[in-house]
């Protein structure tokens, strides 16, 4: 039993590159979401789904896309990457209980 | 949209001295409240949590009690240790996605 994974750990992006952060959880929730950190800061919601096929937006969703094709996996997309996307990713997974689980968080800079 | 309001930091305290980190909370209906801990380069871990009025959550030496009526669910620690320092959120599950404080930082001195 993983918990939720994700990759990539570290990235660096140039501006304008695209990246997919990558997360996956085996705990079989429904609910999964996507947050961004900045230094210094609290969380902020990006994406969230509440299933497979579902997907709806947080609070900071400008400049992202995600997609659930799958239980399993929430995949971030990044187009056209700005400075101001230079922040640390956690992706999150939760049950019914609504305990959340969080993965180790992607570190991306984008220069 | 429900929201959570918590103390901000940074607080700095010495080794065996008593922590209190306030939280309040708004929102519809009665959600379940958390605390997450958040320890330097790592992601956050639940750190107790609380589902109904009244209940208490306890972990590791902290304590929050889900208090309705004042809306709140602070946290407390009789006695903090080095090894406590960290970043302290506060969280509420409604009917709407997990929201978060901001973050409390703690560092405590030896």
């Known amino acids: 039993n993983a918990g939720v994974t994700q990759t990539p750990k570290f990235r660096i992006l140039k501006i304008g590159q695209s990246m997919t952060l990558q997360c996956a959880q085996d705990?079989?929730?429904?609910?999964m979401y996507w947050y961004r950190q900045d230094p210094g800061m609290g969380l902020k919601l990006i994406y969230y789904?509440?299933?497979?096929?579902?997907?709806d937006k947080g609070e900071v969703p400008n400049g992202y896309n995600v997609s659930r094709s799958t239980t399993e996996d929430f995949p971030l997309r990044l187009e056209l990457a700005a400075p101001s996307q230079t922040s640390v990713y956690f992706c999150a997974s939760s049950g019914l209980a609504g305990v959340s689980f969080f993965g180790p968080g992607t570190r991306l800079t984008v220069l | 949209g429900d929201s959570v309001t918590q103390m901000e930091g940074p607080v700095t305290l010495s080794e065996e001295a008593c922590l209190t980190i306030?939280?309040?909370?708004?929102?519809?209906?009665?959600?379940?409240l958390f605390w997450y801990v958040q320890y330097p380069g790592e992601g956050l871990q639940l750190l107790l949590k609380?589902?109904?009025?009244?209940d208490k959550g306890s972990n590791k030496g902290f304590e929050a009690t889900y208090r309705k009526e004042t809306t709140s669910f602070h946290l407390e620690k009789g006695s903090v240790q080095v090894s406590d320092s960290a970043v302290y959120f506060c969280?509420?599950?409604?009917?709407?996605?997990?929201?978060f404080g901001k973050g409390t930082r703690l560092s405590v001195i030896a």
């Open positions: 609380a589902t109904k009025a009244d």
């Open positions: 969280s509420a599950s409604g009917n709407t996605p997990l929201v």
């Open positions: 705990m079989n929730h429904n609910y």
């Open positions: 789904s509440v299933g497979a096929g579902i997907t």
């Open positions: 306030n939280c309040t909370y708004t929102a519809t209906g009665y959600p379940s």
